[in-house]
């Protein structure tokens, strides 16, 4: 005896919800909404996760109101487990209602209890509240994100006008990425002309231009489509959660050992030559597809994601294109952030330094740059990652012990090329500052050229090695370091006060 029959008309009520929720805002303004270039919230998700891996949840959340204005679920990025929810801008502007916020809160619960990374695709207006209208605990969904911090990895894309609550998701995530329409702010241009009588557009409020130099935003992807691509090449660096270390890559030719002849001829042995850190970037790791973030914001250092002999690692490179190396405030930031979450999912770190130390003069002060550089000290020389520093010229004051140069300060192994200048400022600034005559400024000048000798004959680096050995060098030293891993990883516990 069968009892299918029994099952028609509450199988067929299913699916009628189901298809009402999957309909989105209607065929109007979803061809509205790809009249704009842009992917609909299902299509993002469909094109960021791997093939038919998507599993929905609270697909009958809001009742008549699609999904209540956000796709949740689960699914695979490159393989591995992911929550990721999606705003639907074509369902009452994306906004959030009690529903949609449970949604929220439930994902980050999952990612956390799951130990999986969590993504946000956002594109909505905030809260869906009438005047005097409150929905009770409204923040828990932020709550709850905010304890995935250092636990997983938390992604956000903006992907078009986020305001409100729904924008601070963003800012929060270790890593936040842009497409040419996205606009995030606090409060979008109506509100602003009723707070604050300014005319503006969301673009000059909170777009590309505004949210990038702020450092509000990480990177920018030319299209939805590239910065889905780029959350995917992201994540292929993280381990799915601190309590799992970040994947080897598939072996191939580009792993293995090799010289590296050419830096003798990028990197020059005159400290006033100016030189492009990226190709350096280029010869020492893997491939030349290592993976940048916020390269539009503190331009003076580079931070990147790369494969040495196979392996993930986070990259701090003192850039001589920008200031001369000079570290300055939003630099600093960038870093200190950077380090922190290289930090907390096991990254080890490699520092290439070469820098005349922070970047002096009222502007750099007025920004904060000393106050910026301890927060970057800080989160240096509390990371329990392994840690391996190359001086390629010179590392000055501050600017060295941000770079971890110290060499009793945790590191794996302090390296520098012969020639390589340190102290507390440059013999020149020196000669200067001191009212030096001719003679005592050449003594000057000679003692900073054997500094590193001096340093090395005192262990203050592990070795001094020549430009060509600083792959292979840093490969060793590596490789030796990854044999740490012989417990169970963690999450990293975090004592001290951020300046």
């Known amino acids: 005896m069968t ?40 299509a993002r998700l469909a094109h960021l996760l791997d093939q038919g891996t998507f599993h929905e949840f609270g697909t009958l959340v809001g009742g008549d109101i699609a999904a209540d204005g956000i796709v949740t679920g689960s699914g695979l990025i490159n393989g591995s487990p992911v929550m990721i929810g999606a705003e639907d801008f074509t369902t009452y502007a994306g906004s959030i209602g009690p529903g949609g916020n449970a949604k929220r809160y439930r994902l980050a619960e999952l990612a956390l209890r799951n130990k999986i990374p969590l993504v946000m695709l956002l594109e909505g207006a905030g809260f869906r509240a009438a005047a005097g209208e409150h929905y009770g605990r409204t923040p828990t969904d932020l709550i709850a994100q905010t304890r995935c911090s250092g636990q997983v990895p938390t992604i956000s894309a903006v992907l078009g006008a986020s305001a ?91 792993a293995a050992p090799r010289a590296t002849p050419e830096l003798l001829d990028i990197v020059s042995r005159d400290n006033r030559r100016i030189y492009n850190m990226r190709t350096v970037l280029d010869a020492v790791f893997d491939r030349t597809d290592w993976f940048e973030v916020q390269p539009r914001f503190g331009r003076a250092i580079i931070c990147a994601l790369a494969h040495l002999g196979g392996h993930p690692v986070a990259v701090v490179a003192n850039q001589p294109q920008v200031l001369a190396g000079s570290i300055d405030a939003d630099a600093a930031d960038k870093a200190a952030h950077f380090i922190s979450v290289a930090d907390s999912f096991h990254l080890p770190i490699v520092f290439l330094a070469d820098n005349p130390g922070m970047l002096p003069g009222s502007r750099s002060e007025r920004a904060g740059v000393l106050r910026s550089g301890a927060r970057m000290f800080a989160a240096q020389t509390a990371a329990t990652t392994l840690k391996l520093h ?80 600083t792959r292979n060098a840093l490969l060793v030293a590596l490789q030796q370091g990854l044999c740490s891993r012989q417990s169970a990883p963690e999450p990293v516990s975090r004592t001290l006060i951020m300046p």
């Open 390 to 469: 190359v001086t390629l010229r010179k590392a000055f004051g501050f600017g060295s012990m941000v770079m971890s140069l110290l060499g009793f300060d945790g590191q794996g192994a302090t390296f520098a090329y012969p020639g390589a200048t340190m102290g507390a400022m440059g013999a020149a600034a020196l000669s200067r500052a001191s009212h030096a005559g001719e003679d005592v400024a050449e003594v000057l000048k000679q003692m900073e050229l054997e500094a590193s000798y001096r340093s090395a004959g005192h262990l203050g680096f592990d070795e001094l090695i020549a430009p060509d050995e």
């Open 3 to 42: 009892h299918a029959h029994e099952w028609k008309e509450s199988l067929q009520d299913l699916d009628r919800r189901r298809q009402n929720s999957y309909a989105m805002g209607g065929p109007e303004r979803l061809a509205k909404h790809h009249g704009k270039g842009k992917l609909d919230a299902r």
């Open 164 to 254: 409100g609550h729904g924008a601070l998701v963003a800012p929060v995530c270790d890593f936040t990425i842009m497409s040419p329409q996205g606009a995030i702010f606090t409060a979008g241009p109506p509100v602003v002309k009723e707070s604050t009588g300014e005319d503006i557009t969301k673009e000059d409020l909170g777009g590309p231009g505004v949210a990038l130099a702020s450092g509000v935003i990480h990177n920018f992807g030319d299209s939805d489509e590239s910065v889905l691509d780029d959350i995917r090449r992201y994540l292929s660096y993280f381990p799915s959660s601190a309590w799992s270390y970040p994947p080897a890559a598939e072996p191939d030719d580009s």
